[in-house]
């Protein structure tokens, strides 16, 4: 489990380290040189291959003097730096973005490294107060530094299109909001031509985080310059895990700088081993509320229903599917499929005969035929409320209806005689009328989410969820009370105390009908957990986050970087279990 900590965990973790006189700037600085020089070195000669400047048409090349404006970049000197062998980074160029704070500190200290290395670093300080240490021994290393204030926008950008590499040390963990001036107009006008520039842009790392990020919950509310690397310290945060702002991170570089409890894989073989034991204790006294998860591969066979000798096709678990009507009968399949394949003990159809007849013709082991279920998928391909429709999609609203009933337990007497887990999907997703439990998993996409919260007073659209989805899948958690899975790119599932983010699949997953299966796949999960995920309220989430993980790669083993058909993904899915669960 990957797990990412506030903005106030990491402040509280490091005061006891500080006060001890703990060098994290210096371990943070050393580690951030180290991925620079890492990808210098590793460069050909003349830089990034797809670059134009490194190597000018004169073959002269730029280093080192400064320009009348303060900026390197703007005099030619001598010809030919020797970079090319290995390890070799002499006279590659970094610019650096240093802010206020102790960020602004890192990015100094990782400069010194750089240009004691040989390369040719710059600063530009964006503020008129930096850190002073980090600038004192920056300059005694060679470094050049140029007040932003000194110098204009253009020509630090046009700096920048002349380096090898960019660090982004404006901010970190102290930053509140969007980007201010000066440094927020810097940004702006660096992103702007990183965009107009594609491939041939410098290297770009991120100090901690991109700068201008929500760091709590991803927000891009202001200029943000994206990174092809972000070097982290001490924790993930969890602004690098949740869309937006994870999508301009690129790739993310935990940096152990010695917190007391171990940012990694140590507590969480500690969580992940609770889980296996049965003691599922992750509940909201042991994950701060600040806190987002990424379940990782090795995480999910602990929580994979997986059959023993004595088990059953019952004590599997049953899925109850009630999906597709005759204008849309590819879900009632595609949802079915999902269901079998990730290995339910027997999926149950409910729904119009002739819907149910291509059922089987995909998948003769459903059985078309109500009876005891442990877990519903209500939803997929039922639009309830459609005039359009005819009788089929009024005979479906009925049978969810019911379902719902037996999920909440508002009726004593249901069709399945107790309380039980359910995925609720896109038509369902409009026949809410009673709060829920946990155990309910809601499953919109962020259009679906941005009407269920309209219908519960909140104004908002599908680009505010999209703008801020952790914030509105756990406004959805608490008012209905179900636990809430928003599809994306990065699916975000919030439940009690928890919340996930999930980047799993490739882009060629946005295509009809997969959320489909992911229903059915989540389905069979939580049919073959039903009476604990009815105990224990934290464990929809994270069957929930199970469910997305194997969805997507499963989605990723289709396409094997090609287009996906729905159908496909849910065809792929034992494989995939096969190679998590033998792990
Ligand atoms: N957590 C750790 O273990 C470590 C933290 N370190 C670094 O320390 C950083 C945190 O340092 P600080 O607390 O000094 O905070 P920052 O370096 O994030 O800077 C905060 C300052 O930036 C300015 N600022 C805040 N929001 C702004 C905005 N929206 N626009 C423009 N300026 C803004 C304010 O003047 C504020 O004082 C971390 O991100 C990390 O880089 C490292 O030095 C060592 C290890
Ligand atoms: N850009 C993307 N990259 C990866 N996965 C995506 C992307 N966009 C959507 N998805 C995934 O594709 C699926 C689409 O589901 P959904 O929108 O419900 O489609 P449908 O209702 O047609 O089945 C979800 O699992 C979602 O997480
Ligand atoms: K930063």
Redesign the pocket.
């Known amino acids: 489990m990957k797990d990412a900590w506030s903005a106030d965990e990491v402040r509280k973790a490091e005061e006891p380290l500080i006060a001890a006189g703990e060098p994290l700037m210096a371990r943070a600085a050393y580690a951030l040189a180290q991925a620079v020089l890492r990808e210098v070195a590793a460069r050909p000669v003349g830089g990034h291959p797809t670059r134009r400047r490194a190597v000018r048409p004169s073959g002269v090349r730029l280093r080192g003097s400064l320009g009348s404006d303060g900026l390197p970049g703007t005099a030619r000197v001598r010809p030919g730096r020797s970079a090319g062998t290995r390890g070799d980074v002499r006279g590659a160029r970094a610019l650096l973005l240093v802010g206020p704070g102790n960020n602004g500190g890192d990015t100094l200290f990782a400069g010194v490294h750089l240009a004691r290395r040989g390369m040719t670093v710059t600063a530009v300080l964006a503020s008129s107060r930096v850190h002073d240490e980090g600038l004192a021994a920056f300059e005694a290393a060679g470094g050049h530094v140029v007040k932003l204030a000194d110098a204009r926008v253009p020509s630090v950008v046009q700096s920048a299109r002349m380096s090898d590499v960019l660090l982004d040390g404006l901010v970190g963990v102290g930053a509140r909001g969007a980007l201010r001036p000066p440094a927020g107009g810097l940004v702006r006008a660096l992103a702007d031509a990183r965009e107009a520039a594609g491939e041939r842009w410098p290297y770009t790392v991120a100090v901690d985080i991109p700068s201008g990020i929500g760091v709590d919950d991803g927000v891009v509310g202001g200029p943000v310059l994206p990174a092809d690397r972000t070097v982290t310290f001490g924790a993930l945060k969890p602004g690098l895990l949740l869309p937006p702002a994870a999508l301009i991170a690129g790739e993310i570089e935990l940096v152990d700088v010695g917190f007391p409890t171990p940012s990694g894989s140590d507590q969480w073989a500690s969580a992940a081993q609770r889980v296996a034991l049965g003691r599922h204790s992750m509940g909201s006294t042991d994950i701060g509320s600040g806190r987002v998860q990424r379940m990782e591969p090795g995480d999910v066979a602990a929580l994979w229903p997986t059959p023993g000798a004595r088990d059953h096709k019952y004590t599997r678990g049953v899925v109850g599917v009630i999906a597709g009507t005759s204008t849309y009968p590819g879900a009632a399949v595609l949802a079915t499929s999902g269901a079998v394949r990730a290995g339910a003990g027997m999926v149950r159809y409910l729904g119009p005969e002739a819907v149910g007849t291509r059922v089987l013709l995909a998948r003769p082991e459903v059985v078309v035929a109500g009876g005891r279920v442990q877990a519903w998928v209500l939803g ?1 391909g039922v639009t309830p409320f459609d005039p359009e429709e005819g009788p089929d999609a009024d005979g479906q609203a009925r049978r969810i209806f019911g379902a719902l009933a037996a999920v909440t337990g508002v009726l004593s007497e249901d069709v399945t005689g107790g309380k039980m887990p359910a995925v609720i999907d ?1 038509g369902a997703l409009t026949m809410l009328e009673h709060r829920l439990p946990a155990w309910a998993v809601l499953t919109p ?1 962020a259009g679906e989410l941005a009407e269920l919260l309209q219908g519960l007073g909140h104004e908002v659209d599908r680009a505010d969820v999209e703008a801020r989805p952790l914030h509105w899948v756990r406004t959805a958690h608490q008012a209905t009370g179900a636990t809430v899975l928003l ?3 990065i ?1 975000v599932v919030a439940g009690p105390g928890a919340a996930y983010a999930q980047a799993d ?3 060629w ?8 299966v ?1 229903a059915g796949i989540l389905g069979t999960l939580l049919a073959g957990r039903s009476a604990e995920v009815v105990q224990d309220e934290t464990l929809a989430a994270r069957l929930a986050a199970a469910a997305v993980l194997v ?1 997507g790669r499963a989605a990723a083993r289709a396409s094997a970087g090609g287009p996906v058909a ?1 159908l496909e993904i849910a065809h792929a899915v034992p494989a995939v279990l096969a190679e998590l669960l033998s792990d």
């Open positions: 997929p896109a996409h599809k994306g790119a699916t699949a490739p882009a997953t946005a295509t009809a009908g997969a959320g489909d992911l969805h729905a």
